[in-house]
């Protein structure tokens, strides 16, 4: 079955530092692959998404592109800020109507 | 803008308790889902239903039902609250789209924070 496997974190940076969080799919086909932000307190809110391999998603500064070749879709931004402090979830989303998540990473930038 | 609201933020109950958890979503969505997010599991799919009165398991549905009288609305059901069901509960829906069904990412209410004592 698909199965999304992401860094385990908690990250902790410091502001304007690089970051990446990395994740790798297993699936069948051609998913969709989608980023999500859960900011405490709250629910999660998409960041970005990719629908075709090569695709790069880009939102608020973080980017993320399909590698069919490597299964991944890694997280990137080139200057973190104490307010992209969160939850980051990877999750895919193949022929059926459900996501399929990984179990997030959890990033803290100090200031 | 695409709104899933949910009855309540933050819910104590009694172990023993039935207890009601109201997802609303204002977008004529076909599909509707309910999670629990759990430390170190991340999100795990509860049931999720594709059309009134429809619905499927997911995950871990044990100790849970729901209801989807209306195409709006998807309540999740704890017919006997036990302290092993305090965690944070996560309604989201999604068009459905046979077929394009990957190109759609779905919408997250707030969450409700529920403690069973």
């Known amino acids: 079955g698909n199965s999304v496997t992401q860094m385990e974190g908690p990250v902790t940076l410091s502001e304007e530092a690089f970051l990446t969080i990395n994740c790798t799919y297993t699936?069948?086909?051609?998913?969709?692959l989608f980023w999500y932000v859960q900011y405490p307190g709250e629910g999660l809110q998409l960041l970005l998404k990719?629908?075709?391999?090569?695709d790069k998603g880009s939102n608020k500064g973080f980017e993320a592109t399909y590698r069919k070749e490597t299964t991944s879709f890694h997280l990137e931004k080139g200057s973190v800020q104490v307010s992209d402090s969160a939850v980051y979830f990877c999750a895919l989303r193949g022929g059926s109507e459900k996501l399929v998540f990984g179990k997030g990473t959890k990033l803290t930038v100090n200031p | 803008d695409v709104k899933v609201t949910q009855s309540s933020r933050y819910l104590v109950k009694r172990t023993g308790e039935k207890v009601f958890l109201e997802c609303v979503q204002d977008m004529d969505h076909e599909n509707m889902f309910w999670y629990r997010q759990d430390p170190g599991l991340g999100l795990r799919l509860i049931y999720f239903s594709y059309d009134v009165k429809m619905k499927e398991k997911g995950d871990i549905p044990e100790g849970y039902s729901v209801s989807r009288e209306k195409k709006e609305r998807f309540s999740l059901i704890l017919e006997s609250a036990s302290t092993n069901q305090t965690s944070m509960y996560l309604c989201?829906?999604?068009?459905?789209?046979?077929?394009?069904?990957?190109?759609?990412?779905?919408?997250f209410g707030p969450g409700t924070r529920l403690t069973v004592t």
């Open positions: 990719a629908t075709k391999a090569d």
């Open positions: 699936a069948t086909g051609y998913p969709s």
């Open positions: 989201a829906s999604t068009p459905a789209g046979a077929g394009l069904a990957a190109l759609y990412e779905q919408y």
